[in-house]
């Protein structure tokens, strides 16, 4: 339900049937795996093997799974949301889910491409409030669409906890 300030008039918005919006959900799917695309910026001189590292960083793979199941389900939450009035009526949501997303994809360039931890570090923070922020209006809109950002925002919680230690062991 979306109240129209304007009025006195109430909108009950049904979302858009689920056959009609196949494409946007593979468009939202593109645009949250395209964050991992900074990844070409990045080089793979050696740097973070040579870092020192604290005993529960865990192997990459670890990395590249966790990745690739909170990509679909950012996809998802934010293709849920959109069924529920698209940019018209979820602006404020979808945007705060597209400035998150810009921060999560300025991080791997920051941290593995330009080497500058200590300032991955304070993007990472700034990206963990973000994310909580779009987490709680996701939640507003439809609670499925907040859950399925809560494994993100624990990922992200560990992400900044390691990023921030491997800055500090390596200062």
Same mark, same amino acid.
């Given at each position: =339900?979306?109240? %129209?300030?304007? /009025?006195?008039?109430?909108?009950?918005? =049904?979302?858009?049937?689920?056959? /009609? /919006?196949?494409?946007?959900?593979?468009?939202?799917?593109?645009?949250?795996?395209?964050?991992? *695309?900074?990844?070409?910026?990045? /080089?793979?001189?050696? !740097?973070?093997?040579?870092?020192?590292?604290?005993?529960?960083?865990?192997?990459? +793979?670890?990395?590249?799974?966790? +990745?690739?199941?909170?990509?679909?389900?950012?996809?998802?939450?934010?293709?849920?949301?959109?069924?529920?009035? *698209? +940019?018209?009526?979820?602006?404020?949501? @979808?945007?705060?889910?597209?400035?998150?997303? @810009?921060? %999560?994809?300025?991080?791997?360039?920051?941290?593995?491409?330009?080497?500058?931890? *200590?300032?991955?570090?304070? $993007?990472?923070?700034?990206?963990?409030?973000?994310?909580?922020?779009?987490?709680?209006?996701?939640?507003?809109?439809?609670? $499925?669409?907040?859950?399925?950002? @809560?494994?993100?925002?624990? +990922?992200?919680?560990?992400?900044?906890?390691?990023?921030? $230690?491997? !800055?500090?062991?390596?200062?």
């Amino acid at each position: =339900m979306i109240y %129209n300030s304007r /009025s006195t008039t109430t909108l009950y918005l =049904m979302p858009k049937p689920v056959a /009609s /919006s196949v494409r946007p959900l593979v468009a939202w799917l593109v645009f949250c795996f395209a964050a991992a *695309g900074t990844a070409v910026l990045v /080089s793979t001189d050696g !740097w973070y093997a040579a870092l020192q590292k604290p005993p529960w960083n865990p192997p990459a +793979w670890v990395f590249a799974l966790a +990745w690739t199941l909170l990509y679909a389900t950012m996809a998802v939450a934010a293709w849920l949301v959109w069924r529920r009035g *698209g +940019w018209h009526f979820q602006r404020t949501a @979808l945007g705060m889910f597209v400035f998150q997303w @810009l921060l %999560n994809a300025l991080w791997t360039p920051l941290f593995f491409g330009f080497h500058l931890a *200590g300032a991955a570090a304070a $993007e990472i923070v700034l990206l963990w409030v973000a994310l909580a922020v779009t987490v709680i209006l996701f939640w507003r809109v439809r609670k $499925e669409a907040g859950v399925l950002l @809560l494994p993100y925002l624990a +990922w992200v919680t560990f992400a900044a906890a390691l990023n921030i $230690e491997i !800055w500090r062991l390596n200062r």
